[in-house]
């Protein structure tokens, strides 16, 4: 593992701006009966680069780590996930792959829910997916997966044996990516000069607004603005060409880059880029700010968890998300204070949350016995999941949120 306060990107300095403490692998679930002493923990600490503007981890953790065959997060668990992939796919067949045979390549494919569309539209595509297991899920969808992380080398490997392509996606993966040079040298390997490198991500404007400060934890390695993937791609031969507005994961942006002087940058790009210096997002104040608020929600929440103990209540978590890591041990949620986790993903259930040890169970052990309160870690798809649990409100259980502030729906 590696500490650093030089910038990724441009090599400026980077001025740390909150420290999140001691936290585990988010997506590491261990068994009840694992050794514990064996779990791995690193310093989750985020910095605002004085350079490009890029905001990042302090330190990086080993991707083989996070990554592989075991990985436990599925794109298609959500129904509303599926459709979000399913429409962007659509548009992509729309707009970008219009030519005689065209080419797609997803970066980070997981199961392959957007690459399915492709498939069945009779579109070549590749998807590169380093986690083993998703991607098995992915070809048995009759989806071309390549097991393996992306980088120049892939690339060029994929160029050579079919050709170069048109569109190039990847959704909640580049931020995840500290070597970031080598991505995009490969997707100007891969991409044609007509091509496009399309990609979402959760977005910082949106974090910095609802303090939705579980976005920050070890996968997640980057927080992107317009203005800081600008500059990412201007020094990487390329061009922000697009941006769009997303409501999916908490708030991201799609951004579309292309190799730099062929396309013409939309009155979208300008248009973010003056909100984000009206908001001061890429100003140290700005993102201590954010801190601060950050406390005020880790001392809220701790203080009504306690307080609910007090009294009696019983109290369980919705969404052994990978964000909820960073939640619980900032505070310390332990099984003292929210009995189990509920969550529907079969790799995650009969196991314990990282680092604070709580069990994961089946919504139907929710169903059976439901809580006086549920914490929901999964926020982002609060409509959804208050929506399919309207059960549990309708038996006098209460939501507790915590973005933008602590409260009791």
């Known amino acids: 593992m590696s500490s650093t306060s030089q910038c990724r990107i441009c090599g400026d300095q980077v001025d740390e701006f909150y420290d999140f ?5 988010s997506d590491a679930f261990p068994a009840p009966d694992a050794d514990h002493s064996s779990e791995f923990f690193f310093r989750l600490a985020v910095g605002l680069c004085r350079g490009c503007t890029m905001v990042q981890l302090m330190e990086e953790v080993p991707r083989d780590r996070m990554f592989h065959e075991e990985y436990p997060y599925v794109s298609s668990g959500s129904s509303y996930m599926r459709n979000h992939f399913e429409g962007l796919a659509k548009q992509l067949l729309a707009t970008e792959l219009t030519e005689e045979d065209p080419f797609v390549v997803e970066l980070g494919c997981n199961d392959g829910v957007m690459l399915k569309v492709m498939a069945e539209a ?4 590749l998807g590169v997916e380093p986690s083993g297991g998703v991607a098995d899920l992915a070809a048995a969808k009759g989806v071309r997966v390549r097991k393996s992380f992306f980088e120049e080398a892939t690339a060029l490997e994929i ?3 079919d050709g170069r392509a048109d569109a190039i996606y990847a959704a909640n993966t580049l931020c995840h990516i500290p070597y970031m040079d080598s991505i995009l040298a490969g997707v100007r390997a891969l991409l044609k000069p007509t091509g496009v490198f399309v990609f979402e991500d959760p ?3 949106d ?5 939705s400060f579980d976005q920050i934890y070890d996968e997640h390695f980057f927080f992107f603005t317009a203005r800081s993937v600008g500059e990412m791609a201007r020094r990487n031969g390329l061009e922000l060409v697009d941006v769009e507005r997303l409501t999916v994961h908490g708030g991201e942006v799609r951004y579309t880059l292309a190799p730099a002087g062929e396309r013409t940058p939309s009155q979208a790009v300008t248009d973010l880029l003056a909100s984000e210096e009206e908001a001061k997002l890429g100003e140290l104040a700005t993102l201590q700010g954010f801190g601060a608020n950050v406390s005020k929600i880790r001392d809220d929440l701790g ?4 307080r ?3 009294e009696g209540k019983t109290v369980a978590a919705y969404g052994a998300t990978a964000k909820s890591a960073t939640v619980a041990n900032l505070i310390g949620i332990t099984p003292d204070l929210v009995s189990y986790v509920c969550d529907t993903t079969p790799q995650k259930q009969g196991r314990l949350t990282p680092g604070t040890h709580i069990p994961v169970v089946t919504p139907e052990a929710f169903a059976a016995d439901y809580p006086d309160y549920a914490l929901l870690f999964a926020w982002n798809h609060a409509e959804e999941i208050m929506e399919k649990e309207q059960a549990f409100r309708d038996a006098g259980g209460k939501w507790i949120l915590y973005v933008p502030d602590v409260r009791i729906s």
């Not at 403490?21 to 692998?25: S, T």
């Not at 009779?122 to 595509?125: C, D, E, M, N, T």
Request: charged fraction near 25%.
């Open 122 to 125: 009779g579109v070549r595509h």
């Open 207 to 211: 974090i910095v607004q609802r303090t």
């Open 203 to 205: 977005y910082l404007g």
């Open 21 to 25: 403490g001691k936290q585990p692998l």
């Open 303 to 306: 203080a009504l968890l306690r």
């Open 308 to 310: 609910l103990k007090d």
């Open 159 to 161: 160029a050579a044996e």
